[in-house]
């Protein structure tokens, strides 16, 4: 009996472990492989649409496009992403402005560590994440590129590679890099504009 009681509790013990295992790779991993759940009042938001950003109290300048790069820092995918982020702002800063947007809940002061030798400014969201919603973002990390007319231009993902290390496929870029060249908004298709991310909170209320 006190046998089978000692197989028992080994048994259990290494069940726990696997759940533990299982649940922490669900957590970092699996569920950032799939789309992010699209909230059912999403606004859709399509190229060549003019956004009222000025109602947003930036600190813009007038006349130069800008890229709205949408940040958590406490999100895995965030963070994957962001030496992509900084390679993309160091080469065209003199051709964009550049802000980050941080979701209402989130940490911004930790973004701005994250971001402080950049030239971009970090902003939070309101705690109804207003611009996201105007500009029909769900998840972080998402790239928004704006004409110099406040024209959406592109958005959406910055690469198919979760580490953004595909070329061929890093969006973002490459629509940043049609735009100075006077063409018109590149069609990427699904892979570039549904989701992949930390869904926003404030998308479940």
């Known amino acids: 009996m006190e046998k089978q009681n000692h197989t028992f509790l080994v048994v259990l013990i290494l069940f726990m472990c696997l759940a533990g295992i299982a649940f922490t790779f669900w957590r970092q991993e699996m569920q950032y492989l799939l789309p992010t759940p699209k909230p059912t009042q999403l606004k859709q938001v399509k190229a060549g649409e003019t956004i009222n950003i000025k109602a947003f109290n930036f600190q ?13 820092p406490d999100c895995p995918c965030s963070r994957f992403n962001l030496k992509h982020v900084k390679e993309l702002i160091s080469q ?3 051709d964009f402005q550049f802000i980050a947007v941080v979701p209402a809940y989130a940490d911004v002061e930790s973004a701005r560590e994250k971001l402080n030798d950049l030239p971009i400014r970090v902003y939070q969201d309101n705690n109804k994440d207003d611009l996201a919603k105007t500009l029909g973002v769900y998840a972080t990390p998402q790239a928004v590129v704006l004409n110099a007319r406040n024209e959406i231009y592109y958005k959406g993902n910055y690469n198919k590679a979760r580490y953004c290390t595909l070329k061929e496929s890093s969006y973002a870029a490459l629509a940043m890099e049609a735009l100075l060249n006077n063409e018109p908004p590149p069609a990427f298709g699904l892979l570039a504009s549904t989701a992949y991310g930390c869904e926003l909170p404030s998308n479940k209320n």
Do not use: A, G, S
């Open 60 to 72: 813009l300048k007038e006349n130069k496009p800008l890229l709205i790069h949408f940040f958590n």
């Open 92 to 94: 065209y800063k003199n």
